[in-house]
Nanobody, 119 residues
């Protein structure tokens, strides 16, 4: 069982920045990819960014690719989401996700962290 610990959410003004972190409790070989999803009120959960832990290949949603960056640490247990030039459309609960290496792969989820962009 992999547990995820998130940090870094909060309130920020439009145009500001935040960095989210997520650490998983498994070994570096137990997780294939990690990423961030978000869910705004009344909307479906959507993928924001994902990174594979071995190769570092990244995927970013079109709505954030010019503003957000996802990265991982060398230990292969923590991912970071750097969010710049935030706007009100980025307000949501952000959930960390880890995809296990098993077959079929198992998804693990963090409890979520609130990001609010408001003046």
């Amino acid at each position: 069982q992999v547990q995820l610990v998130e940090s870094g959410g909060g309130l920020v003004q439009p145009g500001g920045s935040l960095r989210l972190s997520c650490t998983h409790s498994g070994s570096r070989f137990s997780v294939y990819a990690m990423g961030w999803y978000r869910q705004a009120p009344g909307k479906q959960r959507e993928l924001v960014a994902q990174i594979t832990m071995n190769s570092g290949t990244t995927t970013l949603a079109d709505s954030v690719k010019d503003r957000f960056t996802i990265s991982r640490d060398n230990a292969g247990t923590t991912v970071y989401l750097q969010m710049n030039n935030l706007n009100s459309d980025d307000t949501a609960i952000y959930y960390c996700n880890a995809e296990g290496v098993g077959v079929p792969p198992v998804d693990y989820w963090g409890p979520g962290t609130q990001v609010t962009v408001s003046s």
